[in-house]
């Protein structure tokens, strides 16, 4: 069989760009970089229940399949620039190529305007014609029944790659996440709270080829951990093929108990990072990780300042990657809604219940440290000794929550506990609600009579949360209302 007339066996495939930064790289790298690419490109079809011979060249990586769940997962795949679902036939003289694009694209080209684009990849030598005289011959042989040529702005691109004595036809392309390949670039640490900003800057340092841990300091019982898991176990099956990240949960309660009975108010916040970088430090030299990661911006709250920044990473001689640090609130959930963790994310909240009311913006160490000499500093290495490690690709977050302890109604008769600020609670209240701060109630609740029924309410949720988990395991009966006081006033008005 003449050449021109081959066809393979099973045309239709996946082609995959490499990014600019994998394809630039000097050949040991580049073979490094390339070979972790296709470890990585074999985990994400795994993953969605693919199974397909994978062909690595200099230039271009072939999946040998046309299964759309395949194309979406690969996008996903760090290190790639491009992916196309495309018909594989004979580049072998320029009347087979035209001949076989006229097939492919005459009917997506009825009636519409329409471009050419053809690009040969490795060797000029691979076809026995210029790209242009491709570009031309094709654009003339679609041209009865399609519309006009529109080189500037085309409805539909008829894309014809030659490579290697074969031309691709381009049917349906899609950018990827270019950066390199996850894995290139050893293990860090990211402390992750289940909000925005975490979940994204892990994602950043993942496109860096970072593998990625995290550390959770739990400070809103197991209703957040739940939230947290939603969120990481998204970020571990969507972004993080080729690898099997771990969730060490540590319960930060205590933690947080000691600060608060021994330190002023006005410096709880740096303190509690403090103890959380000295958390990520200990986890991360037992994991071989060589930074910790962490979704701070310069000034978004007040723990976040340049001075508390500087006093915040003093405990710890391991470098602190912040890729977050110079974006606005508004990028940084734009993101988020492109990595799909912006819906989980939105109920999870900030943990609320260490905020002074004038915390400090400018926590000189000498302070810090004075404080932190009245501190036990031996209940830390207690919590991260009780600390739970969980595989991100296994657990199942659904099986770890309370059932129930959600509630969306006031029941008749039941007690309204507002766990906000006298302040707040003096600015809006539901009638009869009774007004303790989250600490007080921690204190108070042991007390409470047992028979009446107890609806918790804060700003977010998370300290209702963790207190009616309490209060459950106390043998109460108490639920905390979801969606927070926003959502308590819309149903009472």
């Known amino acids: 069989m003449a050449q021109e007339e081959r066809q393979p066996a099973s045309p239709r495939l996946i082609l995959l760009r490499y990014s600019g930064e994998v394809s630039t790289k ?81 009917e997506a080209v009825q009636g519409r305007r329409y471009a050419v684009r053809a690009r040969r990849v490795g060797s000029p030598g691979d076809a026995p014609f210029r790209n242009r005289e491709l ?104 972004w993080s093929h080729g690898d099997r990240p771990l969730l060490h949960a540590v319960d930060f309660a205590p933690v947080a108990r000691e600060i608060q009975a021994h330190a002023q108010p006005r410096y709880w916040q740096v303190l509690l990072k403090r103890f959380m970088l000295r958390a990520g430090e200990a986890i991360a030299r037992e994991r071989g990780a060589e930074a910790l990661v962490t979704g701070e911006a310069i000034g978004q709250v007040s723990s976040q300042t340049l001075t508390n920044l500087a006093s915040i990473s003093e405990v710890t001689p391991l470098p602190i990657l912040r890729p977050l640090v110079g ?86 008769g039941a007690t309204l506990v507002d766990l906000r600020t006298r302040r707040e609670f003096a600015s809006w209240h539901p009638e009869g609600a009774v007004q303790l701060d989250f600490a007080q109630a921690l204190e108070a609740y042991p007390s409470f009579d047992r028979r009446q029924t107890y609806v918790l309410y804060c700003e977010f949720g998370l300290k209702s949360t963790h207190l009616a988990e309490l209060m459950r395991a106390a043998g109460f009966t108490a639920y905390h209302f979801a969606g927070g006081t926003g959502d308590l006033r819309k149903l009472l008005g």
């Open 26 to 106: 000097a050949r040991a790298t580049r073979r490094q970089f390339t070979n972790q690419l296709v470890r990585n490109v074999k985990a994400a079809l795994a993953s969605v229940g693919v199974s397909a011979p994978v062909e690595q060249a200099r230039d271009r990586i072939l999946v040998a399949t046309a299964a759309p769940e395949a194309l979406g997962v690969l996008a996903r795949v760090f290190g790639l620039q491009s992916l196309s679902l495309a018909e594989r036939r004979s580049g072998a003289s320029l009347d087979a190529v035209v001949a076989a694009g006229t097939e492919l694209f005459r």
């Open 135 to 238: 570009e031309a011959a094709l654009g003339a042989a679609l041209a009865p029944g399609a519309g006009r040529v529109d080189l500037d702005h085309p409805e539909v691109t008829a894309a014809v790659e030659l490579y290697r004595g074969d031309a691709y036809f381009c049917l349906d392309t899609r950018a990827a996440e270019g950066g390199i390949p996850l894995g290139s670039e050893g293990r860090a640490l990211a402390l992750v709270s289940g909000g925005f900003d975490s979940a994204v800057a892990a994602w950043q340092i993942l496109r860096r080829g970072v593998r990625l841990d995290y550390l959770f300091c739990n400070l809103g019982g197991r209703t957040h951990e739940l939230g947290v898991l939603r969120v990481m176990k998204h970020v571990a099956e969507h």
């Open 327 to 412: 974006s606005n609130k508004t990028e940084i959930i734009d993101q988020a809604r492109h990595i799909g963790t912006a819906p989980l994310s939105a109920v999870v909240g900030e943990y609320c219940a260490l905020v002074p009311r004038q915390p400090a913006t400018a926590a000189r160490l000498e302070t810090l440290r004075d404080e932190e000499a009245e501190l036990d500093l031996g209940v830390l290495a207690k919590v991260l000794g009780e600390r739970e490690d969980l595989d991100l690709c296994e657990v199942d977050p659904e099986q770890r929550g309370l059932p129930g302890i959600r509630i969306d109604r006031v029941p008749d």
